[in-house]
């Protein structure tokens, strides 16, 4: 089984940047993929990016070269780092962690980002 705590979300004026964090409860070595979603309102939830075990990564056309995904294995964590960011990157956001056969979700953060 595999908690997941998000954290780091806000409200952030367009062009601005945030970072969020996602500690996991086991290590994150050996879970098979982490990503990040996110759902606006009255809108269905999609991919941002993720991360497989041996770290490649995957970014969804709308953030590529505004978004970084990482992970510090010493710590569990995987980050999210959102830079330029726009009004229509507001949204929930949300971790998730494949851990064979299982996906787990995190309770999700909150980005406002204003115009």
């Known amino acids: 089984q595999v908690q997941l705590v998000e954290s780091g979300g806000g409200l952030v004026q367009a062009g601005g940047s945030l970072r969020l964090s996602c500690a996991a409860s086991r290590n994150i070595f050996t879970i098979n993929a982490m990503a990040w979603y996110r759902q606006a309102p009255g809108k269905q939830r999609e991919s941002v990016a993720n991360i497989t075990g041996p770290g490649s990564t995957y970014y969804a056309d709308s953030v590529k070269g505004r978004f970084t995904i990482s992970r510090s294995i010493g710590k569990n964590t995987v980050y999210l780092q959102m830079n330029s960011l726009k009004p229509e990157d507001t949204a929930v956001y949300y971790c998730?962690?494949?851990?064979?056969?299982?996906?787990?979700w995190g309770q999700g953060t909150q980005v406002t980002v204003s115009s």
């Open positions: 998730n962690a494949y851990y064979h056969p299982v996906y787990y």
